[in-house]
């Protein structure tokens, strides 16, 4: 069957089938179904998924000439203008208006807001950050000029609310919304969430590049908490006795965990805001790698708290071996993700979690793109192309280690050393490498990595490699 025929099917489907269908799509393929045939021009209409973004409508090209900007703003706004117009009865449940520099349009959000609100969509977005803002520090108190209404307060139907680089917002005011079970705050002061959070429907809390925290205590039900670069003063303690996800990027602070859940599902921590790539190997230093071990033993102490997978950023491989070798514990991880350059200054690192994760599963190398800084040949006496050669294992690789796998590799010779390492180092237990290439990769380059995971495979004779087109 040929894909017009495929097409024809889909489009003898009832209204009501069709409506599901493009509901599922976002919403820039769901306006493009628009040109299958003319039928598809009114039903693309009834989505219940309506999302006016700016960025679909102006490229980065355009965003940088300010006159086709202007002018790109102009058939944005229009078409926003005709779509609502042409709205009648039909119901949303999910509405998004993403718009930079919105006080040209102050109006227009308002009348979009209000339709919204009429709707009584359950899943709104409010965004109004700058993609040109590259932390919070680059936003000016002007800058934000949208105001949510108390109608937003008050609708009842919500059932998750994501706010950004908004004026006076007050979450407290969320308190008494029911239904509400997910929050995400962004590129804004962000004052007394406690009544919001501590109220037991909230579920998944997101804060992103907020400042003016005045508070220091995470506490609630939520299954689900992610922290990006948010300005805490010193301390944060976590009080967070269901959360099954928890993840965490920005600076060290003191970090205290309170009543928390006994199994978590994953845990993520990135501290690559601190990271200048400096040469620290003349810094007598240590507090940090201290801090970063203390951090671990607090929330995943052998015997106490565990996560399933845990995932953790360059600065902290390097930080951690830093601090005395006895001072992190052991922990029960299945799954350990290490986002990494494969930097020498982080070979150490990475042995020193291998060894206190003796129930380790899974392994994952995520690899990612090399500083603008020059790759080191050797660092601190680490030589790259033989540290991976010492006839080293812990107990993770010879006793439950069954998966090694990576991502973005290209058959480069820092990849080739590491997987290499364990496969000659791991026992009959090791199944599989898994070798994931980068999607925009060039033919050339795949050949020579397809060859590469050949001349691995030939040196492991118990285990398969497998090698993905991602």
């Avoid at 003016?212 to 039900?221: A, C, T």
């Avoid at 996800?245 to 205290?256: N, P, Q, T, W």
């Avoid at 810094?283 to 929330?299: Q, V, W, Y």
């Avoid at 795949?446 to 995971?453: D, E, L, P, Q, R």
Wanted: proline share 5%.
């Amino acid at each position: 069957m040929d894909s017009s025929d495929q097409a024809d099917r889909i489009s003898n489907l009832p209204d009501v089938l069709l409506v599901l269908i493009i509901s599922c799509l976002s919403f820039k393929e769901c306006v493009q179904t628009c040109a299958l045939s003319k039928r598809w021009r009114s039903v693309y209409l009834e989505t219940r998924n309506v999302s006016f973004k700016e960025t679909d409508f102006l490229s980065p090209s355009v965003d940088a000439n300010p006159i086709r900007n202007a002018l790109g703003r102009i058939v944005f706004v229009d078409y926003v203008c005709c779509w609502v117009a042409r709205i009648h009865d039909h119901p949303i449940d999910t509405f998004e208006i993403s718009v930079s520099y919105p006080k040209t349009y102050l109006d227009l959000i308002e009348s979009l807001i209000a339709f919204a609100v009429r709707k009584k969509v359950k899943n709104l977005v409010l965004d109004f950050s700058n993609q040109a803002w590259r932390n919070f520090h680059d936003v000016n108190n002007q800058d934000l000029v949208v105001e949510i209404p108390q109608s937003v307060y008050d609708l009842t139907s919500l059932e998750s609310l994501k706010v950004a680089a908004c004026m006076d917002f007050d979450p407290a005011k969320l308190s008494n919304l029911g239904k509400l079970k997910s929050v995400s705050f962004g590129w804004m002061e962000l004052k007394n969430p406690e009544p919001l959070l501590k109220t037991s429907r909230i579920e998944s809390l997101s804060m992103n590049e907020c400042w003016g925290l005045d508070f220091e205590l995470v506490s609630g039900d939520m299954r689900e908490v992610a922290i990006k670069n948010c300005d805490f003063f010193l301390n944060c303690t976590f009080d967070l006795p269901r959360v099954d996800i928890l993840k965490y990027s920005g600076d060290i602070l003191r970090f205290e965990f309170d009543k928390m859940n006994t199994i978590i599902s994953e845990v993520e921590f990135d501290f690559r805001v601190l990271d200048n790539n400096k040469d620290e190997s003349n810094d007598p230093n240590t507090a940090e790698g201290g801090m970063l071990c203390h951090l671990l033993n607090n929330l995943l102490d052998n015997g106490g708290r565990s996560a399933t997978t845990l995932t953790v950023c360059p600065f902290l491989l390097k930080m951690i071996p830093r601090s005395h070798p006895h001072l992190l514990h052991p922990m029960e991880t299945k799954h350990l993700v290490l986002k990494t350059e494969l930097h020498p200054r982080e070979f150490n690192g990475i042995r020193l979690l291998l060894m206190n994760c003796p129930n380790l599963e899974t392994l994952t190398i995520d690899l990612l793109p090399p500083s603008p800084i020059a790759m080191a040949s050797s660092y601190a006496g680490i030589d790259p192309q033989t540290y991976w050669m010492q006839n080293i294992s812990y107990e993770c690789q010879r006793e439950t280690l069954k998966a090694v796998i990576m991502k973005n590799f290209i058959g480069g010779a820092k990849e080739l050393h590491i997987v290499k390492f364990f496969i000659r180092s791991g026992c009959e237990r090791l199944e599989r490498v898994e070798l994931y290439m980068p999607f925009d990769l060039d033919n050339g380059r795949k050949v020579f990595a397809h060859a590469k995971s050949e001349m691995l495979q030939r040196s492991a004779n118990h285990l398969q490699v497998v090698v993905h087109n991602s």
